[in-house]
């Protein structure tokens, strides 16, 4: 399915022939139209499932030459402007030649780049050929200002018309279309239009003439520029330039790696040019053409009515400056266009392998690491996704977040919202309880959820979702039209001995008793099997698209004690179409939210011991479930989506397994049942961390962590059930150790009345707090954390768990990057109301990166305000109640000023080029460019390699295809 992104391009032509100022036109000088010429363009790029940097550009020669110095510097050329669309931000990207402005002609960033030198080139170009193609004596001209003349005598008389009435254009996208399978995109379709600029048509000019040129313009004049935009050899640049734009927008959507360190960080080194002051001289230049004239001569023309001799000054100066073209409808990514993506080849293809070299800051290499997670509940903020601003992305972006759930988009149950108010009437439809996979109409519905997605790419999130594999609401669309996929009643259960849906709330005291079964005390007495049997049981009644049918409610637990979700139908798992209908759920989801993903709410619960164990086929399944159906769907929709990530709420040691299994992410409770329930000991806490036999580090890496759940009824707001002192010890912990972090929306702020889950619907903000203090903390946490150190490092003990204090957690976090270079961190928590006293014993120094004899040159840097510490042979400390700390290992003459990094940027070289016949070629033999990375950034230096020809579409679009086992 088709979806609409912003594309904000701001283009110029570019000159055919070698960039240098000497060979533009002279002032003065009539520039003709060419002929239609394709130049090599770089159409297609593919990127590593395994590493996204890893990048291969597919190139359609055309009509330029294939020899292979030709190719090299044509294909060097465009991977640099690939590159520069990249690190420039798309706001920079305009030039403006303008005898008015000139200390505003571009961006300093841009200026310097080949992209920027070629920009302003083919911008006085284009004034050059739009002055010329309106000069009285050749064909276009005279047709125009015979037919000007003409229309204007027609319309209003007698008018003296300025001869500079048609001195501004413009050039900008019409439609890009790429076709997307998986990390491989092609451009199928890439149309330049040229439109009038009509706020600034004549300066001085007769409106009534300007009008009327318009007009006659657009008939006669725009059309022939616009087909030598697109298809002459004078613009074959603007054409490179367009296709290189085109893919460095659908690059950005699906990397991020990069976001810090070069995407929109102006970092132009390897991709500038050895002369600055080129821009400065093409400038003068057009200065001096706009000053002559493309032509400036009077003749005497006869006027067609009275016979007249008149004589007609005509004068044409080029034109006056480009405008930032911002338009949504411009962009699109389909899957659905591969035989016009065959269809547009119109030379030899090749492929251009890249490698990047050079990059000295391990966390470009961190393409997927697990940033933070904001759980955004859009019912209970109230807001429509068009609402929700770009300026809010970009906050939540600045406040530490790489995801955003979005919870609560989908069509809720009408029976769930009755069911609900029945018991509290401040209460609404269960999140959990989903009537249909369709976006939610009154919050603007798919189209705007898509431009929402679109939006948080752009900034640098994702945006992931809610899939509830387990359930559907019990009146849900598809219980209605397939009753089968569902758990059905078996033979003999007594059709009478069931509820309808509307029988459970007309029971007049049925709100006590379920509230009742709700807190646990409700107690099932001889007189109440009745209620045990009906409230309490499995099956309800339903009416369906195909009869009357005796379906299960959702459930965790195989205990009759345990009340079922009554506002719910249980999936049967051990159905091959049940499955089938889920795996186009989880489709439809990669694809709406942009390969961001989804949040799986009680996966555990589909697993197939689980399964078999709660619905046996006593209970009304079609059978048992004989494999994992997360193994062969999540390898099935990473070959289609591989930057789709699924993050599973799961519990009963369910975790790791589900890893394995292919899920991304999984829900880890232990944190919270010791930081908020102290349901266990802080030594099991630390054996936790540490204990590498117990606990890989690979899971703890992918652990989801959070404070607030909002499925558990038993937290409302943690700023309200913990002292702030305790609750900035928690936020330490759950922000240093490894893993995901998860907020709540309000959670940052203080919030202590709404309640963060899946059926409470917003209360009155203004009874609600805002604690800025708090916020402020959070923020510092997450940003500081924000890295590969805190995300995945290991973490080890400094003292052996059972030796710490109860209450007292002391871990190191280190981190080596590929290119050797160790980062190391000490944290020291007393999450205790007592004071405790801390003491590391015998610390090995070596184990810190510190040789024998060096301890003098480093310090350990407390990141939150406190006291430093020197590095010693031990550490020791009396902690105050609640007390925390994070040190960061750092020689005491290094800088932590983000701002003192190298700038560094991109270098292109063509390595060799290799041609082969097309017969010769094959999918196997197409190889991938390694990717070299090392430590602090310093540049990137993308090695092109083996340039192979003789590779279609739809082979180079394979390589990224997988079959799912």
């Known amino acids: 399915m088709a979806f609409v992104m912003a594309m904000s391009l701001f283009l110029s032509p570019i000159l055919s022939t070698a960039q240098s100022v000497l060979t533009l036109p002279k002032p003065g000088t009539l520039v003709s139209e060419t002929q239609a010429f394709v130049p090599a363009l770089i159409n297609g790029i593919r990127l590593d499932p395994a590493d996204p940097l890893k990048l291969r550009f597919m190139i359609d020669a055309g009509q330029d030459d294939k020899d292979q110095a030709s190719l090299r510097h044509n294909v060097d050329r465009q991977v640099k402007y690939f590159l520069a669309a990249l690190t420039i931000p798309e706001k920079d990207m305009w030039v403006n030649l303008s005898p008015y402005e000139s200390d505003r002609v571009v961006t300093d960033a841009l200026g310097q780049t080949e992209l920027g030198r070629d920009m302003l080139a083919q911008d006085y170009i284009l004034k050059q050929v739009s002055a010329s193609v309106i000069y009285p004596e050749n064909g276009l001209g005279k047709e125009f200002w015979q037919k000007l003349y003409a229309e204007t005598r027609a319309r209003y008389g007698n008018v003296e018309i300025p001869m500079d009435i048609f001195n501004k254009v413009w050039i900008m996208p019409a439609k890009a279309v790429v076709f997307e399978n998986g990390l491989a995109a092609y451009v199928t379709q890439a149309k330049l239009k040229v439109m009038l600029d009509s706020d600034h048509m004549a300066i001085n000019g007769d409106i009534k003439a300007q009008d009327v040129a318009k007009d006659i313009a657009r008939e006669i004049i725009l059309p022939a520029l616009e087909k030598e935009v697109n298809e002459g050899a004078r613009f074959s640049r603007v054409r490179q330039i367009f296709h290189a734009m085109i893919l460095s927008k659908w690059y950005r959507q699906k990397i991020h790696g990069l976001t810090r360190v070069y995407l929109d960080q102006k970092k132009t080194a390897g991709v500038d040019i050895a002369d600055k002051q080129e821009s400065a001289r093409i400038y003068e230049l057009y200065v001096g053409a706009y000053k002559k004239g493309v032509f400036d001569f009077i003749k005497e023309d006869r006027d067609v009515v009275s016979g007249e001799v008149v004589a007609h000054k005509y004068f044409s100066g080029g034109l006056d400056d480009f405008a930032m073209v911002k338009d949504a409808g411009v962009f699109h990514v389909t899957h659905d266009d591969r035989d016009l993506a065959m269809a547009n080849l119109s030379g030899d293809v090749y492929t251009a392998d890249v490698m990047l070299?050079?990059?000295?800051?391990?966390?470009?290499?961190?393409?997927?690491?697990?940033?933070?997670?904001?759980?955004?509940?859009?019912?209970?903020?109230?807001?429509?996704?068009?609402?929700?601003?770009?300026?809010?992305?970009?906050?939540?972006?600045?406040?530490?977040?790489?995801?955003?759930?979005?919870?609560?988009?989908?069509?809720?149950?009408?029976?769930?919202?009755?069911?609900?108010?029945?018991?509290?009437?401040?209460?609404?439809?269960?999140?959990?309880?989903?009537?249909?996979?369709?976006?939610?109409?009154?919050?603007?519905?798919?189209?705007?959820?898509?431009?929402?997605?679109?939006?948080?790419?752009s900034v640098g999130l994702r945006i992931n979702v809610d899939v509830v594999p387990n359930h559907m609401a019990a009146d849900s669309k598809w219980a209605m039209e397939t009753p089968e996929i569902f758990v059905n009643a078996p033979e003999g259960v007594d059709p009478n001995s069931v509820y309808t849906l509307n029988d459970y709330m007309a029971d007049p005291d049925f709100p006590r008793k379920a509230e009742a079964v709700a807190k646990g005390t409700y107690q099932f007495t001889g007189e109440d099997n009745e209620y045990a049997r009906r409230y309490k049981g499995v099956f309800f009644k339903i009416m369906t698209n195909k009869g009357m049918k005796l379906l299960a409610h959702g459930r965790e637990t195989p205990d009759a004690?345990?009340?079922?979700?009554?506002?719910?139908?249980?999936?049967?798992?051990?159905?091959?179409?049940?499955?089938?209908?889920?795996?186009?759920?989880?489709?439809?989801?990669?694809?709406?939210?942009?390969?961001?993903?989804?949040?799986?709410?009680?996966?555990?619960?589909?697993?197939?011991?689980?399964?078999?164990?709660?619905?046996?086929?006593?209970?009304?399944?079609?059978?048992?479930?004989?494999?994992?159906?997360?193994?062969?769907?999540?390898?099935?929709?990473?070959?289609?989506?591989p930057l789709v990530r699924l993050m599973a709420e799961t519990y009963w040691e369910k975790e790791e397994p589900l890893q394995k299994l292919g899920i991304d992410y999984t829900y880890n409770k232990y944190f919270f049942e010791y930081f908020v329930e102290f349901k266990v000991s802080?030594?099991?806490?630390?054996?936790?961390?540490?204990?590498?036999?117990?606990?890989?580090?690979?899971?703890?890496?992918?652990?989801?962590?959070?404070?607030?759940?909002?499925?558990?009824?038993?937290?409302?707001?943690?700023?309200?059930?913990?002292?702030?002192?305790?609750?900035?010890?928690?936020?330490?912990?759950?922000?240093?150790?490894?893993?995901?972090?998860?907020?709540?929306?309000?959670?940052?702020?203080?919030?202590?009345?709404?309640?963060?889950?899946?059926?409470?619907?917003?209360?009155?903000?203004?009874?609600?707090?805002?604690?800025?203090?708090?916020?402020?903390?959070?923020?510092?946490?997450?940003?500081?954390?924000?890295?590969?150190?805190?995300?995945?490092?290991?973490?080890?003990?400094?003292?052996?768990?059972?030796?710490?204090?109860?209450?007292?957690?002391?871990?190191?976090?280190?981190y080596t990057d590929e290119g050797g270079r160790e980062q190391y961190a000490l944290v020291v928590v007393n999450y205790s109301g007592e004071e405790k006293w801390f003491s590391s014993g015998n610390m090995d120094l070596s184990r810190w990166g510190i040789q024998p004899g060096e301890e003098s040159k480093f310090t350990f840097k407390d990141l939150l305000g406190a006291d430093d510490r020197q590095t010693q042979g031990s550490m020791e400390m009396s902690l105050k109640p609640w007390e925390y700390h994070v040190w960061a290992l750092s020689k005491k003459t290094a800088t932590t000023d983000a701002a003192a990094l190298p700038t560094g940027g991109i270098d292109a070289t063509v390595l060799n080029i290799e041609k082969t016949g097309m017969s010769s070629v094959g999918t196997s033999q197409v190889r991938a460019a390694d990717l070299n990375l090392t430590s602090a950034f310093q540049g990137f230096r993308p090695v092109i390699g083996a340039i192979t020809s003789g590779l279609s579409v739809d082979q180079f679009l394979l390589i990224s295809r997988h079959q799912v086992p």
């Open 357 to 457: 070299e050079g990059i000295d800051n391990a966390s470009v290499a961190e393409v997927d690491y697990p940033g933070h997670t904001f759980l955004w509940n859009v019912r209970e903020d109230g807001l429509r996704f068009d609402e929700i601003t770009t300026e809010m992305l970009e906050q939540k972006k600045k406040d530490g977040f790489a995801v955003l759930w979005m919870q609560g988009i989908w069509e809720e149950s009408p029976f769930s919202k009755a069911f609900n108010q029945y018991w509290e009437p401040a209460r609404s439809a269960s999140m959990y309880a989903i009537y249909d996979y369709k976006v939610r109409e009154d919050y603007g519905g798919e189209k705007a959820f898509r431009d929402l997605v679109a939006r948080a790419r």
């Open 561 to 641: 004690n345990v009340t079922a979700w009554q506002d719910t139908v249980q999936i049967d798992w051990s159905n091959p179409k049940a499955q089938e209908r889920m795996l186009q759920v989880l489709e439809y989801v990669a694809d709406l939210t942009g390969q961001g993903g989804a949040r799986l709410d009680m996966t555990h619960l589909t697993m197939k011991d689980i399964f078999n164990r709660i619905w046996p086929t006593t209970m009304g399944s079609t059978g048992r479930m004989t494999g994992e159906f997360w193994e062969s769907a999540s390898a099935y929709l990473k070959s289609r989506y």
């Open 682 to 814: 802080s030594k099991d806490v630390m054996d936790f961390l540490v204990n590498r036999q117990r606990i890989s580090l690979d899971y703890l890496s992918r652990a989801v962590n959070f404070l607030e759940n909002h499925d558990d009824p038993r937290t409302v707001r943690v700023a309200a059930m913990m002292p702030r002192d305790r609750l900035l010890a928690a936020i330490t912990m759950l922000t240093t150790v490894p893993g995901k972090v998860l907020i709540h929306n309000g959670q940052m702020e203080g919030r202590t009345q709404d309640k963060p889950n899946a059926i409470w619907v917003t209360q009155d903000k203004k009874s609600e707090t805002y604690d800025q203090e708090l916020f402020d903390f959070y923020s510092r946490m997450l940003s500081l954390t924000d890295s590969p150190l805190f995300r995945k490092g290991e973490v080890n003990a400094v003292v052996a768990p059972y030796d710490l204090p109860e209450g007292v957690f002391a871990f190191q976090r280190k």
